[in-house]
């Protein structure tokens, strides 16, 4: 594959092939791309947006789980492990630490430009996202990877043993197209749920529905409690300003806690007492703990942080301003398609996983990974699936012309007689059941038996029924995939009956120390919820 060329739109019924399919378009696909490209495979990366700018890291500032080498290591694994609600995985903790700061220093030795601190010393644990991800896309296209931007995969594809490609469309045009590869990489980010967040409005879960299409399991889509405070009516959702806010009731007052004291710093466990306030009425917010030294670096650290208060006429540093908890879903939540081997199989011949698109419980357990652990994994997993890709291709590559069949169904392929399906009204259906702070944010065994109701009344009418043609299957697809996403994650959530992480139940508000374990989820015509049986995390045949 020697062509790096963006392709404007690929013509009707165009058929590509390669070794290896990354799909997807954030850091983790950007990774699983170069790793696969340096270990001698041709590959084709499938973005639905334009590669580079798509996604939630490129709009971010995040910073990274960054530990040199040393005794060091072990103890700051040791230490978040502590934070992982009892479900994480020290070794698969310790891998990541290890291949992200490998991948650190790649970056450091492709000319990354780093900022250096007042001494002159690179400062690598921070990454601005839009440097970042143009920087991958640069480093992607040299190595000869032919970048498909905005044009979507809608669906796998296989041959009754492994999946060996994938079909997709022209977002300009609609045509269709295919690429055939030895093997496939997910790596399409995270489920947001329809929620309007910064960079998310892509992120539909459908790597999650296209592997269980295939056969593949889920797990750890419980732990999705995971909301941000921004201001109202933005799509803002980076909290990190919020460590020097102080809050208000509606009337001016300050908002007070359960000790008398005013609630300050939104980040932890004041976040509960704000959310119970928010459930009853309006919370104001004002930045006023930050000293000017503060101001300055939040202003020059997070530039984009302050562009909606700027569009506001807002100062957040001195005028009060009313806040909403943004949901994030598994973009900062934990939960995705389940890793079954260290080389991030899925457990499906030809088929791996990386990045938010997978369960990062191994290395976060039942909590968010915020930015630096998520960012970590996401470089680590990418690296450990483009390889691990790779040397499944050259397994496949002697094997003769496969004949290949799509995996689709739900909004490409009804069960039954194809009607029109008002698309608003079900994403507002399901949306109304996972979003919002009342079902999500605290749960209870009678809202999740309602909303699973509801949201398997609106699946079964798009699996019946939902067909579209051109350029609206992307938006069918994307509406099959966040309904699929939102099955399994009430299923989780109703099976747990504990508080554990980013899970909260009303209704069982203590943590079981028998529940100390995984739940899996699967299944599309009738979805199965179900302790994980395994004992340990596999780590057998590790990547290098």
């Given at each position: 594959?020697?062509?790096?060329?963006?392709?404007?739109?690929?013509?009707?019924?165009?058929?590509?092939?390669?070794?290896?399919?990354?799909?997807?378009?954030?850091?983790?696909?950007?990774?699983?791309?170069?790793?696969?490209?340096?270990?001698?495979?041709?590959?084709?990366?499938?973005?639905?947006?334009?590669?580079?700018?798509?996604?939630?890291?490129?709009?971010?500032?995040?910073?990274?789980?960054?530990?040199?080498?040393?005794?060091?290591?072990?103890?700051?694994?040791?230490?978040?492990?502590?934070?992982?609600?009892?479900?994480?995985?020290?070794?698969?903790?310790?891998?990541?630490?290890?291949?992200?700061?490998?991948?650190?220093?790649?970056?450091?030795?492709?000319?990354?430009?780093?900022?250096?601190?007042?001494?002159?010393?690179?400062?690598?644990?921070?990454?601005?996202?839009?440097?970042?991800?143009?920087?991958?896309?640069?480093?992607?296209?040299?190595?000869?990877?032919?970048?498909?931007?905005?044009?979507?995969?809608?669906?796998?594809?296989?041959?009754?043993?492994?999946?060996?490609?994938?079909?997709?469309?022209?977002?300009?045009?609609?045509?269709?197209?295919?690429?055939?590869?030895?093997?496939?990489?997910?790596?399409?980010?995270?489920?947001?749920?329809?929620?309007?967040?910064?960079?998310?409005?892509?992120?539909?879960?459908?790597?999650?529905?296209?592997?269980?299409?295939?056969?593949?399991?889920?797990?750890?889509?419980?732990?999705?409690?995971?909301?941000?405070?921004?201001?109202?009516?933005?799509?803002?959702?980076?909290?990190?300003?919020?460590?020097?806010?102080?809050?208000?009731?509606?009337?001016?007052?300050?908002?007070?806690?359960?000790?008398?004291?005013?609630?300050?710093?939104?980040?932890?466990?004041?976040e509960r007492l704000i959310a119970?306030?928010?459930?009853?009425?309006?919370?104001?917010?004002?930045l006023d703990l930050a000293d000017?030294?503060?101001?300055?670096?939040?202003?020059?650290?997070?530039?984009?942080?302050?562009?909606?208060?700027?569009?506001?006429?807002?100062?957040?540093?001195?005028?009060?301003?009313?806040?909403?908890?943004?949901?994030?879903?598994?973009?900062?939540?934990?939960?995705?398609?389940?890793?079954?081997?260290?080389?991030?199989?899925?457990?499906?011949?030809?088929?791996?996983?990386?990045?938010?698109?997978?369960?990062?419980?191994?290395?976060?357990?039942?909590?968010?990974?915020?930015?630096?652990?998520?960012?970590?994994?996401?470089?680590?997993?990418?690296?450990?699936?483009?390889?691990?890709a790779s040397l499944a291709a050259?397994?496949?590559?002697?094997?003769?012309?496969?004949?290949?069949?799509?995996?689709?169904?739900?909004?490409?392929?009804?069960?039954?007689?194809?009607?029109?399906?008002?698309?608003?009204?079900?994403?507002?259906?399901?949306?109304?059941?996972?979003?919002?702070?009342?079902?999500?944010?605290?749960?209870?065994?009678?809202?999740?038996?309602?909303?699973?109701?509801?949201?398997?009344?609106?699946?079964?009418?798009?699996?019946?029924?939902?067909?579209?043609?051109?350029?609206?299957?992307?938006?069918?697809?994307?509406?099959?995939?966040?309904?699929?996403?939102?099955?399994?994650?009430?299923?989780?959530?109703?099976?747990?009956?504990?508080?554990?992480?980013?899970?909260?139940?009303?209704?069982?508000?203590?943590?079981?120390?028998?529940?100390?374990?995984?739940?899996?989820?699967?299944?599309?015509?009738?979805?199965?919820?179900?302790?994980?049986?395994?004992?340990?995390?596999?780590?057998?045949?590790?990547?290098?």
């Amino acid at each position: 594959m020697a062509s790096s060329r963006k392709d404007r739109s690929l013509p009707e019924g165009e058929r590509l092939a390669c070794d290896v399919l990354v799909v997807g378009g954030g850091p983790a696909a950007a990774w699983a791309a170069l790793s696969a490209a340096e270990a001698g495979a041709s590959v084709v990366l499938a973005d639905k947006g334009y590669f580079g700018t798509s996604g939630a890291t490129a709009p971010s500032n995040t910073g990274t789980w960054c530990v040199p080498p040393g005794d060091g290591r072990q103890a700051a694994v040791d230490a978040r492990w502590k934070r992982t609600a009892g479900l994480g995985d020290r070794r698969w903790m310790l891998r990541c630490v290890d291949q992200s700061f490998e991948n650190l220093t790649r970056l450091r030795e492709w000319g990354y430009p780093f900022p250096s601190d007042d001494g002159g010393n690179l400062y690598v644990a921070n990454l601005r996202g839009p440097d970042y991800m143009r920087f991958m896309r640069g480093q992607v296209a040299k190595r000869g990877v032919r970048i498909l931007d905005h044009h979507p995969i809608l669906e796998l594809l296989g041959d009754g043993h492994a999946v060996a490609g994938a079909a997709g469309l022209s977002r300009r045009t609609g045509a269709s197209f295919e690429v055939r590869a030895g093997a496939v990489v997910l790596a399409s980010g995270g489920c947001a749920y329809f929620e309007r967040i910064l960079g998310g409005t892509g992120l539909t879960g459908d790597g999650h529905l296209f592997a269980a299409e295939a056969g593949a399991n889920l797990s750890g889509l419980e732990f999705t409690g995971k909301y941000t405070l921004a201001p109202r009516g933005s799509s803002l959702n980076k909290g990190l300003p919020f460590r020097w806010a102080s809050f208000y009731r509606p009337d001016g007052t300050p908002l007070m806690g359960p000790d008398g004291e005013p609630v300050t710093n939104g980040i932890g466990a004041a976040e509960r007492l704000i959310a119970e306030a928010l459930r009853k009425g309006d919370v104001l917010a004002r930045l006023d703990l930050a000293d000017d030294t503060i101001q300055d670096a939040l202003r020059r650290g997070q530039p984009n942080c302050f562009t909606p208060y700027e569009r506001m006429g807002i100062d957040p540093f001195h005028d009060l301003f009313p806040v909403e908890l943004k949901f994030e879903g598994t973009v900062r939540g934990t939960g995705g398609i389940r890793i079954a081997s260290s080389d991030c199989s899925v457990g499906l011949p030809g088929l791996f996983v990386a990045g938010d698109a997978a369960s990062r419980e191994n290395v976060t357990g039942g909590v968010s990974g915020g930015g630096a652990v998520n960012a970590s994994w996401a470089m680590a997993s990418g690296w450990w699936a483009g390889r691990g890709a790779s040397l499944a291709a050259r397994r496949t590559a002697a094997q003769a012309e496969r004949r290949l069949v799509p995996l689709g169904g739900a909004g490409l392929r009804p069960t039954g007689e194809a009607r029109l399906v008002d698309l608003d009204r079900a994403a507002t259906l399901v949306r109304a059941e996972i979003a919002p702070l009342g079902r999500n944010y605290q749960r209870d065994a009678a809202a999740l038996a309602l909303g699973r109701r509801n949201v398997e009344a609106v699946w079964g009418e798009i699996a019946a029924h939902l067909r579209a043609d051109g350029t609206a299957r992307l938006a069918a697809r994307e509406l099959a995939s966040v309904t699929a996403v939102t099955r399994w994650t009430l299923a989780a959530a109703e099976l747990r009956t504990e508080s554990r992480g980013a899970h909260r139940r009303s209704d069982h508000p203590e943590t079981d120390p028998a529940m100390a374990r995984r739940i899996v989820v699967s299944g599309l015509g009738e979805v199965r919820a179900e302790w994980d049986a395994s004992a340990e995390t596999l780590l057998e045949g590790a990547a290098s």
